[in-house]
T-cell receptor, first 114, second 115 residues
């Protein structure tokens, strides 16, 4: 089974600062990769996904993520944090040979300070 | 509007009672899922269904049951056998694109509290 590790259960940044949320996966075969965002008491919303092709993926709300095969990483970044970015972020991977099986990280709560 | 609806948003249950959580989607997705979310533990898969009248156990199926009689609907029953049912429950559905795998989309969730 695959595993997904999100380094840092809580990250705090100032408004306007760079956001960097880390995600590493365990598979030797590059999986499909996702980032989701969850606001309090709501479902998960898809931010972006990587399936194939260009390794830098742009998503909604100014977020982007870069797939690095050599580092088995898929870190999420945003150049300038906004107060509305405060939420919990989940990294997920999908097995290329078992599409229905998703593996989620334990989540990173992003706090944005004014 | 296409999407996934879950009802109710909040549900309270007495110990020993069975309760059923509703999940409906009008996205024409084939696969549907139920996850349980507890603080600091991410999402854990309860059951999933790839087609009507078929479903498979996930990682934590004990104490739960599901049915898939219609493509649009995938209700989850939390039985009295589930020892610690208080949690946030998320339903999802997925679409498969050729060569691009599945992408899961989520409903707004149901928060179940056992009194």
């Amino acid at each position: 089974a695959q595993s997904v590790t999100q380094l840092g259960s809580h990250v705090s940044v100032s408004e306007g600062a760079l956001v960097l949320l880390r995600c590493n996966y365990s598979s030797s075969v590059p999986p499909y990769l996702f980032w989701y965002v969850q606001y309090p008491n709501q479902g998960l919303q898809l931010l972006l996904k990587y399936t194939t092709g260009a390794t830098l993926v742009k998503g909604i709300n100014g977020f982007e993520a870069e797939f690095k095969k050599s580092e088995t990483s898929f870190h999420l970044t945003k150049p300038s944090a906004h107060m509305s970015d405060a939420a919990e972020y989940f990294c997920a991977v999908s097995d290329k040979y078992n599409f229905n099986k998703f593996y989620f990280g334990s989540g990173t709560k992003l706090n944005v300070k004014p | 509007d296409g999407g996934i609806t879950q009802s109710p948003k909040y549900l309270f249950r007495k110990e020993g009672q069975n309760v059923t959580l509703s999940c409906e989607q009008n996205l024409n997705h084939d696969a549907m899922y139920w996850y349980r979310q507890d603080p600091g533990q991410g999402l854990r898969l309860i059951y999933y269904s790839q087609i009507v009248n078929d479903f498979q156990k996930g990682d934590i199926a004990e104490g739960y049951s599901v049915s898939r009689e219609k493509k649009e609907s995938f209700p989850l029953t939390v039985t009295s056998a589930q020892k610690n049912p208080t949690a946030f429950y998320l339903c999802a559905s997925s679409i498969r694109l050729a060569g691009l795998g599945d992408t899961q989309y989520f409903g707004p969730g149901t928060r179940l509290t056992v009194l």
